[in-house]
């Protein structure tokens, strides 16, 4: 008797996910018309395989497949997917929705982490339910699962964007510990040298391969990049400004008086002022 009843409920539950997902296709493809839709693509830097033009084939060839016409398009290039702020497009995605000043039915992504690696799972579902509440879709391309609000896509799409959130934190948690290891063995990790030093490339054995010039930045992931002293017409006014600044007890504001009285600029070629660093 248990099990024909659990038998039943079952039947009940897969009936009811056919029923949602015929309703989808219905939306999608009404009267056999080609229904119109919106793509919306991000890219950050984590991972060719995201760039827009990787997403918008995967979107092209599934709104192909399925009778679908891309009437507009909402990218952020280089966004981050923790927030909202800064990602213009989604914003104004959102704006046109609520809006409804849009003339598109359904809205087609790469997949969850496309449309956000947002740290709390549930601002992901509030925009995706802005979207449905005005009638509009929100379909996810590469998802082995039908976004067909069936009991087992919300399941699904909820562990998706637990692990798109948490993959953000993990990442970030690991650039960081590798960031201080890498200080730690006295490579650079970013910035301007300062008057007195330069940067010098190594290449993952070590070797100085060149000197890197203002702006210039390395290739290779494996080369490090570290400071050696600059020139003797340099290195001579570095010391001269920790003498003044010992011996003769200058403030910050003299010892930038007395180098500008001496014709000399900094390593960004402007004249000195108090708080103005050397090496």
């Known amino acids: 008797m248990r099990r024909r009843y659990c038998t039943a409920q079952t039947n009940q ?23 119109r839709t919106a793509e919306y693509v991000r890219m950050s830097t984590e991972h060719q395989q995201y760039s827009t033009e990787n997403q918008r ?5 599934y709104a192909n497949l399925h009778g679908l016409t891309i009437v507009s398009t909402y990218a952020d290039e280089g966004k981050s997917g923790l927030r909202l702020d800064g990602r213009v497009a ?54 082995q699962f039908e976004n067909d609000g069936s009991p087992v896509s919300t399941i699904v799409k909820g562990v998706k964007r637990a692990m798109a959130g948490e993959y953000s934190r993990e990442l970030s948690t690991k650039v960081f510990a590798g960031q201080c290891r890498l200080i730690e ?32 930045r ?39 008086t007395r180098l500008n009285s001496m014709n000399v600029r900094t390593d960004l070629d402007r004249v000195w002022i108090a708080g103005a660093r050397a090496a």
């Open 13 to 35: 539950v897969i009936g009811l996910a056919a029923r949602m997902a015929g309703d989808l296709e219905s939306t999608v493809c009404e009267g056999g018309s080609a229904t």
């Open 57 to 61: 084939s995967k979107i092209r060839k």
């Open 90 to 143: 989604l914003q104004r995605l959102i704006h046109d929705v609520e809006g409804q000043i849009v003339d598109f039915q359904v809205i087609l992504v790469y997949d969850v982490s496309r449309w956000g690696r947002f740290q709390d799972a549930d601002e992901s579902a509030c925009y995706e339910y802005v979207c449905r509440r005005a009638g509009i879709n929100v379909v996810y391309c590469a998802e």
């Open 185 to 216: 063995l006295g490579f650079r990790q970013g910035g301007p040298a300062g008057f007195g030093l330069r940067r010098v490339l190594l290449d993952q054995s070590g070797l100085v391969k060149s000197e890197l010039g203002r702006g210039e």
């Open 218 to 256: 390395k290739s290779l992931q494996t080369d490090r990049v570290i400071l050696m002293p600059g020139p003797e017409s340099e290195t001579g006014i570095v010391r001269l400004i920790y003498q003044w600044f010992i011996e003769e007890s200058l403030s910050e504001g003299q010892i930038a």
